[in-house]
């Protein structure tokens, strides 16, 4: 038995081994300079959501003019739901397949999540491995999600804030809904209220899948003594969790289980990426990976 694990040890080194000279060899050879952007979305296959979308299309072609663009989604479901809409996008493995095959040499990778979650790091570490290929990218980088510095979260902090109603009242509450994660990420929708909070104590940050939740956001709202509160997505695009978990009829809807705790409420149905001061910020990520090129 130890023999056996032995031999399958010494054959994995092998094939490492060979796969790292393939490699090495693979980028030997001299070829014109091709640089390329992938930009990576969750998804959404809401139609009035691809406003957000475009927006980021419109930007970063606008600061990348002679760089061809591609997207993909990491979502499986939601590429699985369009294709049967007639509408194909790639995930990121394919996307980055064909980009190989169009000779490609550099390719700038940009993450359009929030934040640095377990779909981020997928997308790293999957990125990665085309620059290790045979014959694979000279250079491959992936630029950080919307989150991921203090600046960011500052300069996220003042771009909400921008776009809230005007006609909101300082006494009532604005709460933005995140995503939410198991991963450690999620750390960051608590850092981003309380940066919120020293700017205007009656703004929130709560999560579908995450901590803090409806009910941690309602007990504050409640002890505060708030009655009326604005709903806005913190997701890039107003999709399926800002049309039914956020501002939807369901009984366990953040607009439903508020109202009937009294507090009138009153849904924004705008991603983030249809801020164009939200927007920069994914920008200057992408901008920051293409200066290594």
């Not at 591609?70 to 369009?82: D, E, G, N, P, Q």
């Not at 509450?173 to 450690?184: E, I, K, S, Y």
Request: charged share 25%.
């Amino acid at each position: 038995m130890k023999m056996n694990k032995l031999s399958n040890f010494i054959v994995i080194l092998f094939i490492i081994f060979c796969c790292n000279i393939a490699s090495a060899s693979g980028h030997k050879h001299k070829r014109p300079v091709k640089k390329g952007i992938l930009l990576v979305a969750f998804g959404s296959s809401i139609p009035e959501a691809q406003v957000s979308f475009e927006n980021i299309d419109k930007q970063v072609k606008a600061a990348f003019p002679d760089i061809p663009v591609r997207w993909a989604y990491t979502s499986s479901m939601i590429r699985h739901k369009l294709a049967k809409q007639g509408k194909h996008l790639d995930s990121p493995e394919v996307a980055l397949a064909k980009m190989m095959d169009e000779k490609f040499t550099h390719v700038a990778v940009q993450s359009l999540h929030t934040i640095p979650g377990e779909e981020f790091h997928d997308l790293r570490r999957n990125a990665h491995f085309f620059g290790n290929m045979a014959d694979g990218f000279d250079r491959i980088l992936v630029g950080t999600p919307l989150l991921a510095t203090d600046e960011d979260i500052g300069r996220v902090v003042s771009a909400m804030i921008k776009h809230i109603p005007e006609e909101r009242n300082k006494k009532d509450a604005v709460l933005l809904m995140g995503h939410g994660t198991p991963h450690p990420s999620n750390a960051f929708y608590a850092a981003l209220m309380y940066h919120f909070q020293q700017k205007d104590p009656n703004i929130f940050v709560g999560t579908v899948e995450g901590f803090p939740e409806i009910d941690d956001i309602k007990a504050m709202l409640l002890k505060k003594k708030i009655k009326k509160a604005y709903l806005m997505p913190f997701m890039s695009v107003a999709g399926d969790h800002a049309r039914n978990d956020m501002a939807g009829e369901e009984e366990d809807s953040w607009k439903s289980v508020l109202t009937a705790a009294g507090i009138e409420c009153v849904p924004i149905l705008k991603g983030t990426a249809e801020y164009d001061e939200i927007v920069a910020i994914w920008v200057d990520h992408l901008k920051t990976v293409m200066s290594h090129f």
